[in-house]
């Protein structure tokens, strides 16, 4: 009566008084993960290095050796059979010729211990063993589950697999049989239960559906599956928090992404792909997943019907979807113009409001980054009349930030800030999502770190700097990429540049390159290389930083870019004049306020005069202090014409050291002090500080 019996089995005895132990797959490194010893403590490499030096004793797990080895494990999914049975062949074909072939691994893996049992020695051997012990309705179950590429719950799988040969009632009982036979896996999630297929488990049951003449009609059952989840999920979005609407959809990425691969296949069915496309553009769009969805929506458009038979509005939701993803993975170039454009042109034709706000919305941006600050007002104002008769009782706010970002670039802070602050101050949504969908970012966090900005212009750095780090935290709380991008870049990296403080512009950078790599948002990552090249310059690396920055922008200048090209370009020219290359600096300011003068941008106007002034200085021509002089005088009047109190202080402060040089030290001072006494704080900043040092000197 005391005796235990250790048995192991692919399945449970159902033996009184047993006890099961189900033994996992051997454990694999995360994908992301680049370090080569701790990828080497993993269980999965470590059998196969072991297996592969005895095939083959030339192995050597180096970088890249390494890599193609734990691809390898990744994809037979730990299983120890199938990572033996690759190790085998790293003789014939090396290990990265093994790692190309996986896709035929039932072929590839073959060649088992000849002392193994016949069922062990090849990988397809093992599980036609397995599969032909299931019962009938198991099998139908396996092979017709091979359609999911991710976990699935009960409900999803009851809804794909069903038919006249297996009614719903039998598959609760046929997934659990499946479960206990280790063919399907199991966990426990905070609401349901999860159920997927290990990879090499899926590959097998889809050659098993392809085989039974059904792969088209339960690959199709899944796709309208998912098409119909999130026609469903997105009426939810305005009613459930962010985490709980991505906990549930999130989720699903790669069964979107394995039923539009079949949908639009030559065996597939394109209609429902397009049906799908639109349905998952939320999904891609909360994921930050912008060069993803602009090749599914450009592969969906290019399978619409002739012009006179398609859906006019799918075309139209197709349309928009491209030209949000093309802004962020192209910018402002043509073909994103052109999609917003159509796309209104069918809204306006199909008297759809939604769909209207959002193509004024996406080429008002278009507009703004392709600095057409004029034209830009002009939509701004349309989206505004729309919003006021929409239902939507947040439009309103919405065309408030346009019109106050508008007015910002030309230069008109007083009224930019009252714009923001009327947006900011209002009514807004409880529930984030839908805007982010509709907008691509969350509108009300973007105009936070706009504000800063103003705010630092008007003279109140200490709550520039207060409104930049709540709109990073209120990004931060969202979790979108896009958004959080917005926030580092439109705020937090600008005033904390603008303010001089480093430490925290280069946590700001980080983040702002990490994200806009990792999502690939070509947009953002321009503008982080950028501040990534000024911060060089600040910290006095200006070798390397001119080099980045001059690469980054001759790159840009190609394209169209977008609005905050001029501090860029200001950047540039300072530090080329501190490289002994004035002259080179003198052209580069010039071409700024040329370009600022042919787009109506005047916001930076005042900091580009101060600067060619000190330009001026450092050239030394005859009349070069006058001329210095003037250019000084003229940034002060620039800056005081916008309220811009920051861009005033730093022109007296070039004045008031210029006069102070030519022995005109109490107009200096008088100057100087006028503007300094007017800021109540931000005495810790860089400018500042400056300004104080230079009254000190004067007295």
């Known amino acids: 009566p005391a005796a235990s019996l250790l048995a192991t089995s692919r399945e449970p005895l159902r033996e009184s008084g047993e006890y099961v132990y189900r033994v996992p797959s051997l454990a694999v490194p995360a994908e992301d993960n680049q370090d080569i010893d701790d990828v080497l403590r993993y269980g999965a490499v470590r059998l196969f290095v072991s297996r592969a030096r005895a095939a083959e004793p030339r192995y050597v797990p180096d970088i890249r050796v ?111 049989g499946l479960v206990s036979r280790s063919l399907v896996s199991a966990s426990a999630s905070e609401l349901s239960m999860q159920y997927r297929l290990l990879e090499t488990t899926r590959a097998y049951a889809r050659e098993r559906l392809s085989e039974s003449g059904e792969l088209a009609t339960f690959a199709r059952r899944h796709a309208e599956y998912f098409s119909a989840l999130f026609e469903r999920g997105n009426t939810e979005l305005g009613a459930r928090p962010v985490t709980e609407w991505m906990a549930g959809y999130g989720k699903q990425i790669d069964d979107v992404r394995a039923a539009l691969g079949w949908a639009f296949s030559p065996s597939g069915n394109a209609a429902v792909g397009v049906a799908l496309t639109i349905a998952a553009v939320p999904l891609w769009t909360h994921l930050s997943l912008m060069e993803e969805c602009r090749g599914r929506v450009d592969q969906a458009l290019a399978s619409l019907e002739p012009a006179a038979g398609r859906d006019r509005r799918r075309e139209m939701q197709l349309l928009a979807a491209l030209g949000a993803a093309l802004m962020y993975t192209k910018g402002a170039v043509p073909e994103t113009r052109a ?67 508008a007015l910002h670039f030309l230069g008109k802070q007083a009224d930019a800030r009252r714009h923001l602050a009327r947006m900011l101050d209002g009514p807004r949504p409880s529930v984030h999502v839908p805007y982010i969908v ?55 990296c600008s005033v904390a540049l603008l303010t001089g403080d480093l430490e925290a512009a280069e946590r700001f950078v980080t983040v702002l390159l990490e994200y806009s790599e990792r999502h690939g948002l070509a947009f953002w990552r321009a503008d982080g290389r950028c501040f990534r090249s000024v911060l060089l310059i600040k910290r006095g690396d200006n070798v390397r930083g001119l080099d980045m920055l001059s690469a980054t922008l001759d790159e840009l200048s190609k394209t169209p870019f977008h609005t905050r090209y001029d501090p860029f370009l200001a950047e540039l020219a300072e530090a080329r004049c501190r490289a002994g290359r004035a002259p080179e600096g003198l052209a580069t300011i010039d071409w700024a306020l040329e370009r600022a003068a042919a787009t109506d941008g005047r916001w930076y106007v005042a900091e580009l005069l101060r600067i060619k002034g000190e ?65 109540t704080e931000g005495f810790g900043t860089a400018d500042l500080i400056a300004a104080k040092a230079l009254l000190a000197s004067l007295r």
Request: with cysteine; proline share 3%.
């Open 438 to 492: 509709r907008f691509q970012f969350d509108p009300w966090v973007t105009a936070r770190s706009r504000l800063a900005t103003i705010l630092w212009l008007q003279g109140h750095p200490d709550q520039a700097l207060a409104t930049a780090q709540r709109g990073v935290d209120e990004a931060v709380a969202l979790n979108h990429a896009v958004t959080l991008c917005n926030a580092f870049a439109q705020g937090a």
């Open 339 to 405: 999609a917003f454009a159509r796309a209104l042109e069918i809204a306006d034709d199909l008297e759809d409001t939604d769909y209207r706000l959002r193509a004024l919305w996406g080429l008002w941006v278009h507009c703004m980054n392709a600095s057409d600050v004029r034209q830009a007002i002009s939509l701004a104002e349309r989206f505004s009349r729309i919003a006021a008769h929409s239902t939507d009782l947040l439009a309103s706010p919405v065309g408030d930030r346009m019109i106050g970002f």
């Open 615 to 679: 330009i001026v200085l450092q050239l030394g021509a005859p009349n070069a202090a006058l001329a210095a002089e003037a250019l000084f005088r003229e940034s002060i009047d620039w800056a005081q014409r916008q309220d811009a109190l920051s861009w005033e202080l730093r022109g007296a402060t070039s004045l008031a050291r210029l006069w102070h040089g030519q022995r005109r030290g109490s107009q200096a001072r008088v100057l100087l002090s006028a503007v300094y006494r007017r800021f």
């Open 66 to 176: 390494t890599a193609a080895t734990t691809a390898i494990c990744r994809h037979l999914d730990g299983i120890p059979l199938a990572i033996e049975l690759a190790a085998a062949r790293v003789a014939a074909f090396g290990v990265e010729g093994v790692a190309a072939r996986l896709g035929d691994r039932f072929h590839l893996l073959t060649g088992g211990r000849r002392m193994a049992l016949p069922h062990q020695q090849t990988l397809r051997a093992t599980l036609d063993w397995s599969y032909e012990l299931l019962s009938e309705p198991e099998q139908i179950t396996l092979r017709r589950l091979a359609v999911f590429a991710g976990g699935f719950s009960l409900e999803a799988a009851t809804a794909v697999v069903v038919s006249h040969d297996l009614p719903a009632s039998e598959v609760p009982d046929c997934v659990a």
